[in-house]
Every structure is written in structure tokens, then in C-alpha cells.
């Protein structure tokens, strides 16, 4: 449907002129009766008056194939699934071609839907993907294919949630930027599960370096832990092209508990710039992998005290750092407050680069657990940093604590002008005074300026301000809570009617007595499932599992007694398992004050197992006893092609009893030598083991974890756990145990796999 500018004639009559108009052949207005700026007025309102509105993925087609500058191309309400959508036109600068929503966010494209803009001054407005993912390798790309670019376009007022592919190992982007002088600006993407940077500007081909592209005002809502590599929220060109000038600039955009990986921002390009960020509880760092010459500036890095969240991770030659503000980062190592690495002599393009000509100033680092200078020193990353500069910071480490650690000869960085709340290593004392209490600036505290040291002026940005204002942004509810409370008596199949009907955080309450379950319950949702009285609810099923996660599935079993005696007599059974095609979404599972007896039918029975390529953010057992099982407890342990790709993040047992268990409590495996992941963590404490493992079998079977804490416990007639090292610099604990009536300094046989060069 098309709409002349009939507005147009009108005025121009008004004004005592004839003019000569067709929209086909453009406008000509005689210049001798309009006065220059009422005649610019009227061309830009003509220009824009024709819409086009279209109902159809084949009348989009149409409207694209006959689109002129200033036309507005409106896709109707509603959804449009496997839509293929091809932006291909040509807009001028002042005038446009728009592609929109009738309402914004209120076209959705779901199922197999994408994408792709080419040409030159085109903006894209106002829809949603959910529901579905891409078919190709981008959800949308500022290219038709590597012969079409965009230039000078804009993607603006999108949503993406949760539009990810099911299997988490296949990779993709939500965004590829390519061409030049483009922007991706007041948007919304969360929830991406998948591998494969939420956000990436290619550098592939010279009509894409030098870009100019700015990504802004954006909401980067939460990234769960993938779990291997590349989970970057942002990644700014590639190894390959590193010494390449991007010019790209990431300024105004909120990162909300965006945890895929080590690098939430992965910069492997030169020249670009990144101010004025917000990294809210966001775990890992901004890091500068590749690349020189970047600016980071006016950048708030709050970690509310979560594990692993870090600031800004410094590689490479003439980085500067000034004018941020770090708070509250309780990450060590990689996940640093800063960070600033040994590079490799004479370094290949695809490692680390020698800092060299750092400049780190101005900036204040309050409540933070570590600084640290020379990470990853050793055989290999032997060059230290040179011709840098670390002056005029503030400096106030987590409860007091100094927060420097140099693992390297520090002397080719220059401290000058500093201030600390503590003291600081001897090595770069006389690079700072000691001051014990700082001056407190606006509502939230902040340490203010002091003699020309520490970060000034306003930082980051507001969440509000960022995204759009029609979609909803995260909330920091548990998965467990804001659902129904439903009562459930016992009874044949009763507990598996109820979980049919699941909504998220639903609460199924069971009155005491005996349940028997003859069919797999299918949890796509996250529920709580606990007895009316503790202790009083038995629990009994005759397939070989009785609940299956899949898409968001996650569990919280409490004061529930589970009986495998009915189970069907063959191997691979499993109270919990995760479904063989699960998909990309992360599990949770939480076990309190629950009993587990009689998983002895036949061999191979375990409590949870997971699929290849599942993951479970966390599982908890507190409280918890059990008894004859066969398999693996907890069977963690299908990932083994060495890429990295693991089952669990944490696995944290506390005050529990383990007695009588044929094979390992926990298997746990995670392959390869990639450096980009936090975990697998794994945490016994407070518990007592009895009769665990038959034959050699240890006490827990740990490949590839890098924290391991096994302390506080009794153990009688079981063998110690195994550990096998395989990269990065692990912590491991397993002191302070009780066995066989004797204290133990050590109760774990290690194996390092680690390459010594």
C-alpha cells in the first residue's frame, strides 16, 4: 500500500509556486519561488511519505526489489517464522531506506529466520528473533554474502533472546559486522547458549578494516558460562588479522552478567576505543587478546563480589587504560582486576605479544582481589612488559588485603604518582604513598580524585539507558522462585500428571507417603520438588531414569527418599539424566536433605549423568546420604574429544554421606588446553566416605579441573582421588581430611599433563 505526499502540493500551492512532481521520477521543485530551507523541508517530508506495507516474506521481497531513497518498508504485526529476510538496497544519506515494525517488538521472527543487510543507507527497526535460530552462521549480518556488504547502515531497537542453536557446539553469531561506518545501536541480545561471540565486527576483507563501526547503547543481557571457547559476548576481528586497524567504537553499552568465557570482550584489531561501559557482574575480562593502539577510557567495571569478575586484560603494544573505575572484582589470575601479561618472544600472530608501551593512569581499583603483573610467566611467555606505565591510580584491595601479585621482573612498567590502602610488594613500593582513608564522592561512595591520582567524572552507564524500552530486561530472581505452589498425594504416576503441566519456579509440595513412577517425567523448566514433611515421601521408579532435562530443565529436590530397587535390570541407569539431543541451555540442580539407597539392580547406575555436550551451571548436594550404587554418583564425564567442551561448572557437596558405591562418587572430565574457562570446580567438604570405589577405583575421578577442594571429611576403605592436570595453573586441596582414623596431609594421586617447555 503506497501514500503520496499529497501535503506537499498543498503547501507548495500555498506559497504562490507551481510545481511539477511525480514520485517515480523524483521531485523538482522550482527554486526561484520556495525559499532554500522550506524547499529542503518539503524535499525531505516528500521523500519520506511512501510506506510500504507488507504482510508477506514474497511482498517483502517485492518492496525491497523496488525500493527508493526514503522509503519505509513496514512489516506487519505478528510472527513471521523462517523468515530469510534480504535488506538489499540503496538509500542516500539523507534519505534512507527503513525496514520496520508496525509496532515495535511486536514482529517476531521465530523458527529458521535471519537477516542480512546490503547496500548503503539502510536502518533496521524494531523486531524480535525468539523462538527459533538461525540457519546460516548469523542471526543478522551487515552482508548479503561476501561480495555484498552494508555500509553506512543501522541496526537499532532489535531484540534477540534466547535465539540459539540447540546443539551448544555448533557455533554462530547474533550480529557479524562487516563493510564500513555501520552502527548497532540501543538493542537488545540475552541469552545466547550456544557457541560463538554474541557480537563480532570481521575484518575479512579490506572493505571492512578501517571501519569506523560503532556499537552503542546496547543492552548485552546474560551470557551463561558455556563451558569451553568461545563465549565471548564481543569480539572485534581475529587472530589472522590483529595487526589490521579496525576503528571501531564500543562506548554506552551495559553488560549484564555476560559470563561466557574469560574475555567478555575479546579485542584482536587495532585502533578501536571502548568508553563509558558498564560490566555488571560480569566474570572474566575486557581483553586486549590481539591488536595495538586501543583506548579504554570512562568504563565502570562492577563485579558485586562474584567470582572470576575481572576488568581489563593487557596484551600487545601501546594500550592505554585511564579514567576507569574497578569495584568490587573478586577474580584472580585471567579474571583480574587488570591484568597484564608476559607475552612470547617473537611471538607467532595467535599468541601473546609483548606488552610494550602500556600506559595505565588515573584509574581507581576499590575492593578488588587481585592485580596481576606478569600473568602467565613461564618457559614460554618469558617477555616481560616494557616502555609501560602504571601512575596516579588508586589502589584499595578486597578487605585489605594488597591485591599485587608480580610473577615476573616488573622494572620495564614505571609506577609513579600512585595511592594505596595497603602496602604493596617492596618491588614497586616507591611508586605509591600509603593513604588510609579516601575521600567518598555521590550517593554511591565512590572514592573520589586525590592529588591528581584515581579516576574522575561520571562512569559507565545506567541499564535504563541502554536496550529498548518495550523488552523486559533480566531480573536477578532465582530460577526456583516466582512460580505456583502445587500439592501432590502419593500414588502411581501422580508426581509424574503433575510435572506435566510445569511452569518456571513451580513448587510441587508431596504429602507423605509412597509414590511409584512408571513413566519418564521431562523437565523443559526449572521446578522444586520436596516433601510436606521431610524424610516422610519414598519415591520409587521402573524406567531407567526418572526425570530427563532438557531446553531449561533444572531441579531442586528436598527431604525426598529415592529407591532405584525397581529400576529395570540394565547398565546406564540414572535417577537424572539430561537428554541425548539437550540442547544449548544450561542445567541446574540443587539436592538437600535427601536420601538415595538401592542403585544396585545392575551396573553402571548413577544419581545425575549427563549427556555429551550437556551442562549444568551448578549442582549442590547438601544434607544429602548415599547408599549401594553402582556407577559413578555423579557422572560428569562424557565430554572426550579434548575440545574443552565440559558437563559441569561447579559441583559442590557439603555435609553428605557417600557409603557403599562401587565406582567413583564423581567422574568428571574436561579435555583439552584451552585457557578461556573458569571450571570445572569441584568441593567436598564436611562429608564422610565409606566403602567407595571397588578394586583401583578413586575416590573421585578429576580430569582437567581447575579448582578442587577436598577437605574436612572421613574416610574409611576408600582410595584417594585422582587428579589429572591439563592446563593452566589449577588449585588443588585435598588436606585436612580424616581416613581411616588418621589425619591426612593429602588425599588425592596427581597427574600433570601440563607441557614443560
Known amino acids: 500500500m503506497y501514500r503520496t505526499g499529497t501535503a506537499i502540493a498543498v503547501a507548495l500551492a500555498a506559497l504562490g509556486g507551481c510545481a511539477a512532481y511525480e514520485r517515480n521520477a523524483g521531485v523538482e521543485i522550482q527554486k526561484s519561488e520556495l525559499q532554500a530551507e522550506l524547499q529542503a523541508e518539503l524535499q525531505a517530508e516528500l521523500q519520506a511519505e511512501r510506506i510500504v506495507r507488507v504482510e508477506s516474506q514474497k511482498g517483502f521481497e517485492e518492496a525491497v526489489k523496488h525500493a527508493m531513497p526514503g522509503d519505509r518498508i513496514v512489516l506487519a504485526n505478528g510472527e513471521w517464522a523462517d523468515f530469510d529476510a534480504v535488506f538489499d538496497a540503496q538509500g542516500t544519506a539523507d534519505s534512507p531506506i527503513h525496514m520496520v515494525a508496525e509496532t515495535s517488538g511486536k514482529v517476531i521472527f521465530t523458527g529458521q529466520s535471519s537477516l542480512r543487510l546490503a547496500g548503503n543507507h539502510l536502518v533496521a527497526s524494531g523486531f524480535v528473533f525468539r523462538d527459533g535460530y538461525t540457519p546460516r552462521s548469523e542471526v543478522i549480518s551487515f552482508r548479503r554474502d561476501s561480495e555484498s556488504l552494508a555500509n553506512n547502515s543501522r541496526v537499532t531497537n532489535m531484540v534477540i533472546d534466547g535465539f540459539s542453536n540447540p546443539d551448544r557446539t555448533q557455533r554462530d553469531l547474533w550480529v557479524g559486522m562487516y563493510g564500513r561506518n555501520n552502527a548497532f545501536e540501543f538493542n537488545h541480545l540475552a ?444 557422572k560428569l564425564d562424557t565430554e572426550t574429544d579434548d575440545f574443552g567442551i565440559y558437563n559441569a561448572e561447579y559441583l559442590t557437596i557439603t555435609n553428605s554421606s557417600f557409603e557403599r558405591i562401587s565406582a567413583s562418587v564423581a567422574s568428571v572430565y574436561r579435555g583439552g588446553t584451552d585457557e578461556s574457562t573458569f571450571g570445572p570446580h569441584v568441593s567436598v567438604t564436611g562429608s564422610r566416605f565409606n566403602a567407595v570405589g571397588s578394586g583401583s577405583a578413586p575416590l573421585m575421578q578429576l580430569h582437567g579441573a581447575q579448582l578442587v577442594t577436598v577437605t574436612g571429611n572421613t574416610i574409611t576403605e576408600s582410595q584417594p582421588a585422582h587428579v589429572t592436570i591439563t592446563t593452566g595453573k589449577p588449585a588443588i586441596d585435598t588436606s585436612g581430611n580424616e581416613v581411616d582414623g588418621k589425619s591426612a596431609a593429602s588425599f588425592s594421586d596427581i597427574v600433570d599433563l601440563r607441557v614443560k617447555k
Open 191 to 634: 541469552g545466547k547458549t550456544n557457541a560463538g561471540p554474541t557480537l563480532a565486527v570481521r575484518l575479512n576483507t579490506e572493505d571492512s578494516q578501517n571501519n569506523g563501526h560503532r556499537i552503542a547503547n546496547n543492552y548485552f543481557g546474560p551470557r551463561p558460562v558455556l563451558g569451553s571457547n568461545g563465549g565471548e559476548t564481543i569480539r572485534i576481528g581475529t587472530s589472522h588479522y590483529s595487526l589490521t586497524h579496525s576503528g571501531t567504537i564500543v562506548e554506552h553499552n551495559y553488560f549484564d552478567r555476560c559470563s561466557g568465557e574469560v574475555e567478555i570482550i575479546s579485542n584482536k584489531s587495532g585502533g578501536n576505543v571502548y568508553r563509558g561501559n558498564t560490566f555488571y557482574a560480569s566474570r572474566g575480562t575486557l581483553t586486549l587478546r590481539h591488536g595495538n593502539g586501543t583506548l579504554i577510557e570512562g568504563n565502570l567495571f562492577d563485579g558485586a563480589g562474584e567470582p572470576y569478575t575481572g576488568g581489563v586484560r593487557v596484551i600487545n603494544a601501546d594500550q592505554t587504560i585511564r579514567n576507569n573505575y574497578f569495584v568490587d572484582l573478586a577474580g584472580t589470575r585471567f579474571s583480574g582486576a587488570l591484568v597484564v601479561m608476559n607475552g612470547v618472544p617473537n611471538s607467532p600472530i595467535n599468541r601473546y605479544h609483548q606488552v610494550d608501551g602500556a600506559v595505565i593512569k588515573n584509574n581507581t581499583f576499590e575492593r578488588v582481589s587481585a592485580i596481576e603483573l606478569g600473568e602467565g610467566s613461564d618457559a614460554e611467555r618469558s617477555a616481560v612488559p616494557v616502555n609501560s606505565s602504571f601512575r596516579e591510580n588508586i589502589v584499595t584491595g578486597n578487605s585489605g588485603a594488597d591485591p599485587f601479585n608480580l610473577h615476573d621482573d616488573m622494572s620495564g612498567i614505571a609506577f609513579e604518582g600512585n595511592l594505596s590502602g595497603t602496602a604493596v610488594p617492596a618491588a614497586i613500593s616507591d611508586g605509591f604513598r600509603l593513604v588510609e582513608n579516601f575521600a567518598r564522592l555521590g550517593s554511591q561512595g565512590r572514592i573520589g580524585a586525590t592529588d591528581g591520582a584515581g579516576a574522575s567524572g561520571s562512569f559507565g552507564i545506567a541499564k535504563a539507558e541502554t536496550g529498548v524500552s518495550w523488552y523486559a530486561k533480566a531480573d536477578y530472581r532465582s530460577p526456583f522462585e516466582g512460580g505456583r505452589s502445587i500439592n501432590v498425594d502419593p500414588g502411581t504416576d501422580n508426581l509424574h500428571v503433575a510435572l506435566r503441566d510445569a511452569k518456571a519456579g513451580d513448587r510441587f509440595v508431596l504429602e507423605p507417603g509412597k509414590y511409584f513412577e512408571t513413566r519418564i517425567s521431562r523437565l523443559s523448566v526449572p521446578v522444586t520438588i520436596e516433601a510436606a514433611e521431610p524424610g516422610s515421601v519414598s519415591i520409587s521408579f521402573e524406567r531407567p531414569r526418572l526425570f530427563e532435562l532438557t531446553d531449561n530443565g533444572g531441579l531442586e529436590l528436598v527431604g525426598l527418599i529415592f529407591s532405584g530397587r525397581a529400576a529395570p535390570d540394565g547398565s546406564g541407569n540414572s535417577l537424572i539424566a539430561t537428554s541425548s539431543g539437550d540442547g544449548s541451555n544450561n542445567h541446574l540442580l540443587h539436592i538437600r536433605q535427601s536420601r538415595f539407597e538401592d542403585f544396585d539392580v545392575n551396573k553402571g547406575f548413577s544419581v545425575v549423568s549427563a549427556s555429551k555436550g550437556a551442562f549444568f551451571d551448578r549442582i549442590d548436594v547438601t544434607g544429602s546420604h548415599f547408599t549401594d550404587i553402582t556407577g559413578p554418583v555423579f
